[in-house]
């Protein structure tokens, strides 16, 4: 997806910018993998109310 961003605009205005992208588009990858809520996981998100995988949560 960054090669298609880059086609699209040209190029990233700065490494931050990219690096946030690629997080966005983690995120909603694994959302999209876990059947979960595209939309609701965002909202959840900006609320501080990630949606995290069973296999991230970290015990003990």
């Known amino acids: 997806m960054v090669k298609l961003?880059?086609?699209?605009?040209?190029t990233f205005r700065?490494?931050?910018?990219?690096?946030a992208f690629c997080r966005i588009r983690?995120?909603?990858?694994?959302?999209?993998?876990?059947?979960?809520p595209v939309l609701a996981s965002l909202v959840g998100?900006?609320?501080r109310n990630p949606f995290t995988p069973a296999c991230a949560h970290r015990t003990g």
Do not use: P, W
């Open 14 to 19: 700065s490494e931050e910018g990219a690096a």
């Open 45 to 47: 998100a900006f609320q």
């Open 26 to 36: 983690g995120y909603l990858s694994t959302v999209k993998k876990n059947d979960r």
């Open 5 to 10: 961003q880059q086609k699209i605009s040209g």
